[in-house]
C-alpha cells in the first residue's frame, strides 16, 4: 500500500492469497464441476483413456445454469442472463444481478466462467429456509475471469450463491444468505456502477464516470511506470497492469478485504493466487484510494504507480513472509528513482531523527509495518534509505539479486538471513547495519 504523505508516498503491497497452489481452469465456454480436493473434473472423450467418474443430474443441471448465465453476459444476452436468476428472489438481489450485468457492458472481458466444487457443499441443515423451493443447495462456486489485455491467466473469485429448484429448474437464489456459515460473494467494480475503461499498451485502467479525469492522468503515465520498472526489474513478468479507481472506501474494502485500512493509504497492490514456484500470480490490481488519490501530484502519482508495479512485477518471486525492509525498500527505491528527489526529502522523519539522535541501531522490524502513524512512517522511510544504501554504495544489480534471494527465504531465520546477507553482499547483519548508519550520516548528517 502507499501512505499518503506530503503528496510523496512510501508503500507496501499486500497479496491477498486464496490459496498457493494455481488452480487450473477450463476453456472460457465451459462451467466446470470439480472434485474435491483434486483440480476440476475432465471428461474423457470416447475412447480416449479411462472415463472420469460421472457427476450426478443435480450437478450437471447446475452446470448448465452457470454456463448458460456465462455465454449469456458474454453476448451481453440480458434476458437469457436473467433466466438464471430466480424470479421470486428477493426484489434487491434481482435489481443487483439486473445492475451487474449492465454495468460490465464496456469490461473487456477475455473470460467469464464459473467453477462448482460439489464435494463443499454446505450441509442442507445450514441452509435457510425459502418457500416454495423443492430443493436448496449450496455447492463452493467461484467466478473465473480475465480482463482483455491484461491479465495473462484468468482469476477465480468465491461467489457465495445459494441455489435453488422450483419446478424442476435451478436458480440462483441469493449470493448474500450464507454469510452466517462463511460463505462470502466477492464484489467487483461492476457490483458497484456502470464501468469505464481506459486502455494503453500496458494495462488498463477500470473505473467509474466520477473517477474519469483520475482514469486518464493514471493512463498517461502507466506504460512509463511499466517501462520504468522493466528497466530495474528486467522483463520476466507480464508487464502489464490493472489500476482500479474504486468510488468509496467500500467498493475499495470490497477489493483489498473488509478490515483493511483504506483511509489511511493512497494505493494497494494486491493478488489473488501466488505461485513462488512457478512465478506466476493471478488477478494482479493497484487499488487507488478513493478519497487521497486524486490529489496526488504529477511527480507523487508517478512515484505511487512505479512502487505498486515493482510489486506486481516481484510477486512470483516473493515469499509470503520475507523481509518487509527490503520489499518496501526495494519498491520505494524503483518508485523514486531518477525522480530527483533527495533522501532527505524522501525521508523526513529519519532525516530529522539521524541529525537529532543519529541514525537507528538496527533494521526494522515486520511489527512496525504494521503499526500507525510515525512508526510506520519511520519504518518505510529507514526500508527506502536501506535500498538506496544498497544501490549507491554496492550498485543496483546487488540490491536486484539481494531481493531475488531474500524474497524467496520467507520466514528465515535471523542466522539465516545473516547467512544470505553474507553470500550476496559480503557483510553479515551488524556489518550491514554499520555501513548504513556511515551512509546516513554522510547524505543526511
Not at 133 to 150: F, K, N, S
Request: hydrophobic share 45%; net charge negative.
Amino acid at each position: 500500500m502507499a501512505r499518503f504523505r506530503a503528496l510523496l508516498v512510501a508503500g507496501v503491497a499486500i497479496a491477498l492469497l486464496g490459496g498457493l497452489a494455481l488452480v487450473a481452469t477450463q476453456p472460457h465456454d465451459s462451467a466446470v464441476i470439480e472434485q474435491a480436493p483434486g483440480p476440476p473434473q475432465v471428461f474423457a472423450p470416447p475412447n480416449q483413456g479411462a472415463v472420469a467418474p460421472q457427476p450426478d443430474e443435480r450437478a450437471l443441471a447446475v452446470q448448465a445454469v452457470l454456463r448458460a448465465r456465462a455465454e449469456a453476459l458474454r453476448r451481453r444476452d440480458e434476458k437469457a442472463f436473467m433466466a438464471s436468476v430466480d424470479p421470486k428472489a428477493e426484489p434487491a438481489f434481482r435489481d443487483a444481478q439486473l445492475a451487474m450485468f449492465r454495468n460490465l457492458a464496456n469490461v473487456p472481458l477475455r473470460e467469464w466462467s464459473y467453477t462448482m466444487v460439489t464435494q463443499r457443499s454446505l450441509d442442507p441443515s445450514s441452509l435457510p429456509s425459502v418457500d416454495g423451493a423443492q430443493e436448496l443447495w449450496a455447492p463452493e462456486i467461484d467466478l473465473v475471469y480475465a480482463l482483455r489485455g491484461a491479465d495473462p491467466v484468468p482469476t477465480r473469485r468465491p461467489m457465495g450463491y445459494l441455489l435453488v429448484k422450483r419446478s424442476n429448474s435451478w436458480f440462483i437464489r441469493s449470493d448474500d444468505d450464507l454469510l452466517s456459515v462463511g460463505r462470502r460473494t466477492w464484489r467487483g467494480p461492476w457490483d458497484f456502477g456502470p464501468c469505464q475503461v481506459l486502455t494503453t499498451s500496458r494495462g488498463l485502467i477500470l473505473t467509474h464516470p466520477a473517477r474519469e479525469a483520475m482514469a486518464k492522468r493514471v493512463a498517461a503515465e502507466l506504460d512509463s511506470a511499466v517501462n520504468a520498472v522493466s528497466n530495474v526489474w528486467g522483463t520476466d513478468w507480464s508487464q502489464q497492469v490493472v489500476v482500479v479507481l474504486p468510488d468509496s472506501n467500500d467498493e475499495m474494502r470490497a477489493m483489498v478485504g473488509p478490515n483493511f485500512p483504506v483511509e489511511s493509504v493512497v494505493a494497494v497492490s494486491v493478488a489473488d493466487r501466488v505461485d513462488t514456484d512457478k512465478n506466476s500470480a493471478e488477478g494482479q490490481r493497484v487499488v487507488m484510494s478513493a478519497t487521497s488519490a486524486d490529489a496526488l501530484s504529477v511527480t507523487a502519482l508517478r512515484i505511487v504507480l512505479r512502487h505498486e508495479f515493482t510489486h506486481i512485477a516481484a510477486r512470483g518471486s516473493t515469499v509470503d513472509g520475507s523481509p518487509m525492509w527490503l520489499l518496501e525498500g526495494f519498491a520505494d527505491y524503483v518508485g523514486y528513482r531518477d525522480s530527483g528527489i533527495p533522501l532527505r526529502q524522501a525521508a523526513p522523519d529519519l532525516n530529522a531523527t539521524v541529525l537529532t539522535t543519529g541514525p537507528p541501531t538496527r533494521l526494522p522490524s515486520d511489527e512496525e509495518f504494521r503499526a500507525q502513524g510515525r512508526v510506520l512512517d519511520m519504518a518505510y522511510q529507514q526500508s527506502f534509505s536501506l535500498a538506496r544504501f544498497v544501490a549507491e554504495r554496492l550498485g543496483e544489480p546487488k540490491l536486484i539479486e539481494l531481493y531475488r534471494v531474500l524474497a524467496k527465504a520467507g520466514r528465515a531465520s535471523p542466522a539465516d538471513i545473516d547467512d544470505l546477507l553474507v553470500s550476496v553482499i559480503g557483510l553479515n547483519r551488524e556489518e550491514f547495519v554499520a555501513g548504513w548508519q556511515e551512509y546516513l550520516r554522510e547524505t543526511l548528517g
